[in-house]
C-alpha cells in the first residue's frame, strides 16, 4: 500500500477507532446489533480465517447469498487481503450461476443454504474453487464460523486503491454477461460523493434494501457505513415489514427501483403508520409514484443515471429541479455525449453518454479487446445515450442501437440474451423483444414472435419456457404471435418498425 492509497478496510479501520460503539449494522432475521468496533473485529477474524485456508491476494471469492452481515463482513476481509469478491445474482438460474463463476474462477465460494443444492449441481464445472462455506445458518457446505474462530492476528496485504475489491457480472451481451471490475477507488470516491450529494450523516439509518450483488445495493450500504450511519439489513424485500421499521427504526434513507417504493407507500397507506424520517429516496421510479412520495412524506426524491461500469451512478438532482432529467453530473464525474465519430455532440442534441473520472472501472475481467474497445479514445463508452439541455442537466434517450437495454424493475435485460432463449423453442421462428411502458415494473419485457408453420403456442407457455432456462426476471411479461415481421435487406427484422407497430404491451 502506497502513501496515496485508501482502500474499504481503512474506512473499516478508520470507523472502528472513530465510532467504535456507535451502531454499524443490524440484521432483522436474527436481532444481530453491531457496533462499528464489532464489526471491525470480526473482519479481522475472517480476514485471519480466510489466511489460514490459503487465500492469497489476487484470489476470488464466490458469494451467492441474500443480503446478510456475513455477506458485508466477507467485503471487509476481502479488502483487507486483496481478495475479489465475485458477486452473484441469485435470481439466476443454475446455468447463469455456474457460467459467471466459471468465467471470473473463485478459489471458495460462500453460499446460502438455499443455493447449495444449485451448486451442488454444477460442481463439477467449478474445478477452480477449493472449498464451499455456508455464508449464513445451516446446510451441508462448511460452517462460516470456523473463519471466525480464531486470534484474528492476520496478516495485512499491501491493497492499492485500484485493485479490484468486487466482479460484478453485467448483462449479457450476445449471450456472454461480462464481468465489471469494481476498484476500491471506485467506490470510495462514491461512497464520498454521496454522502456529501445525499446529505448523510453518522445520525441516518438506512434501511438496505436493494441486494448486495447489485452496484446500487451494495454502495448504498457502503455510503451509509463511510458516513458512520447504521444499516439495518433485510434478506429480502417486504412492503409491510419494511414500513414497520421505517417508522420503529426512525429509517431517513432506502435506494428503490420500481415497485420497491410504491409498495411501501401502499402499506403505509393501508396501516396508517407514520414514515416520514424517510427523508431520502434515490433511485429509478415513475414520476407519479415519486411525486405521491413527496407528498405525503416531505421527503427528497433524488433521479440518477449510472450503470455497474460508472460505480453506480454520474449524474444525481433531487427530482424536483428538473422533473424528467436524470440530474446533474456528479463533482468528480467529466460526463460528456459523443457522435458515432467520437466527436462531442451540441448542447440539446443526442449523443453517446461517455465517462472520465475516478467513478470509471477497471475493466471486464479477462476480456482485453472488449474492454479497449469500450475505454476508446480514453472515455469510458456507456452505451447509453442522452442529450444536455443548458443547464446541464442530463436527459436519458436510450440506449444505443447494438446495445439495447432493458430495465425491468433496476434490474439489466439485454433482448439478445432473451431472444437467443425464446428461438430454442422449435415452434418460433423468429422473435423481436424490446422494453414496453409498465405501471408495475416502469419498464417491461415484451416479446413479439412469428411462428413456424403448422407450429401452435400459448402466450404464457413461452414466458414459461424462458422463465425455466435464465433468469425469471429476465421472462417476457407480454407476448404478440404475429403472421410475418417486416424485413430488413438482408432478411433479418426491422427491429425499429416491429417496435413502432407492436409497442404496445399487449
Known amino acids: 500500500m502506497g502513501l496515496y492509497d485508501f482502500t474499504f478496510y481503512d474506512v473499516i479501520r478508520r470507523n472502528g477507532r472513530c465510532f467504535t460503539k456507535r451502531q454499524?449494522?443490524?440484521?432483522?432475521?436474527?436481532?444481530?446489533?453491531?457496533?462499528?468496533g464489532e464489526f471491525r473485529n470480526l473482519v479481522d477474524h475472517l480476514a485471519k480465517g480466510l489466511q489460514d485456508i490459503g487465500a492469497k491476494k489476487g484470489d476470488r471469492i464466490g458469494i451467492l447469498g441474500k443480503n446478510s452481515l456475513e455477506y458485508f463482513l466477507l467485503y471487509g476481509a476481502a479488502s483487507a487481503l486483496g481478495l475479489i469478491i465475485i458477486a452473484i445474482n441469485w435470481r439466476l438460474s443454475a446455468d447463469e450461476v455456474s457460467n459467471n463463476l466459471v468465467d471470473a474462477g473463485p478459489r471458495f465460494v460462500f453460499a446460502d443454504p438455499e443455493f447449495q443444492q444449485l451448486i451442488?449441481?454444477?460442481?463439477?464445472?467449478?474445478?477452480?474453487?477449493?472449498?464451499?462455506?455456508?455464508?449464513?445458518?445451516?446446510?451441508?457446505?462448511?460452517?462460516?464460523?470456523?473463519?471466525?474462530?480464531?486470534?484474528?492476528?492476520?496478516?495485512?496485504?499491501?491493497?492499492?486503491?485500484?485493485?479490484?475489491?468486487?466482479?460484478?457480472?453485467?448483462?449479457?451481451?450476445e449471450g456472454k454477461p461480462r464481468g465489471a471490475i469494481v476498484t476500491h477507488r471506485n467506490i470510495l470516491s462514491a461512497t464520498t460523493q454521496f454522502s456529501y450529494l445525499f446529505d448523510v450523516h453518522k445520525e441516518d439509518v438506512h434501511l438496505n434494501i436493494l441486494p448486495l450483488f447489485h452496484v446500487g445495493g451494495l454502495f448504498i450500504a457502503a455510503t451509509a457505513f463511510h458516513a458512520g450511519a447504521v444499516n439495518i439489513n433485510v434478506s429480502k424485500f417486504d412492503a409491510d415489514q419494511a414500513v414497520d421499521v421505517i417508522q420503529e427504526k426512525q429509517v431517513t434513507m432506502l435506494f428503490d427501483f420500481a415497485p420497491i417504493l410504491a409498495s411501501i407507500l401502499d402499506s403505509q397507506k393501508k396501516t396508517g403508520k407514520d414514515i416520514k424520517t424517510l427523508k431520502m429516496v434515490a433511485g429509478l421510479d415513475s414520476p407519479e409514484t415519486i411525486e405521491r412520495y413527496q407528498r405525503e412524506t416531505g421527503g427528497d426524491f433524488f433521479v440518477v443515471y449510472g450503470q455497474t461500469e460508472v460505480s453506480a451512478l454520474v449524474t444525481i438532482s433531487p427530482y424536483n429541479e428538473k422533473p424528467g432529467s436524470a440530474g446533474r453530473p456528479l463533482p468528480l464525474a467529466d460526463v460528456r455525449l459523443f457522435d458515432e465519430y467520437d466527436n462531442e455532440v451540441e448542447i440539446g442534441s443526442i449523443g453517446e453518454i461517455v465517462v472520465k473520472g475516478p467513478m470509471v472501472f477497471k475493466g471486464y475481467w479477462d476480456l482485453p479487446e472488449e474492454t479497449a474497445y469500450t475505454f476508446r479514445e480514453g472515455w469510458h463508452h456507456t452505451g447509453d445515450q442522452g442529450r444536455f439541455d443548458e443547464e446541464g442537466f442530463l436527459w436519458y434517450a436510450g440506449r444505443k442501437a447494438e446495445k439495447e437495454l432493458i430495465k425491468p424493475g433496476g434490474e439489466n435485460v439485454y433482448p439478445a440474451e432473451v431472444e437467443k432463449i425464446i428461438l430454442e423453442n422449435p415452434a418460433v421462428a423468429q422473435t423481436v423483444v424490446f422494453g414496453v411502458p409498465d405501471p408495475k415494473w416502469k419498464e417491461a419485457i415484451k416479446a413479439v414472435c412469428e411462428l413456424k408453420e403448422g407450429s401452435s403456442l400459448e402466450p404464457q407457455e413461452l414466458i414459461d419456457f424462458v422463465g425455466k432456462r435464465i433468469a425469471r426476471y429476465k421472462k417476457p411479461q407480454y407476448v404478440e404471435f404475429v403472421k410475418s415481421f417486416p424485413l430488413l435487406e438482408d432478411g433479418s427484422p426491422d427491429r425499429l418498425k416491429v417496435k413502432e407497430m407492436y409497442g404496445g404491451n399487449e
Open 24 to 36: 454499524a449494522w443490524l440484521e432483522l432475521s436474527d436481532g444481530r446489533d453491531i457496533t462499528f
Open 120 to 173: 451442488e449441481g454444477q460442481k463439477d464445472k467449478l474445478l477452480s474453487v477449493d472449498k464451499f462455506y455456508n455464508l449464513s445458518g445451516g446446510g451441508s457446505f462448511e460452517g462460516f464460523n470456523r473463519l471466525i474462530d480464531n486470534d484474528a492476528d492476520f496478516i495485512l496485504e499491501e491493497v492499492d486503491s485500484d485493485d479490484g475489491l468486487v466482479i460484478i457480472h453485467t448483462a449479457a451481451v
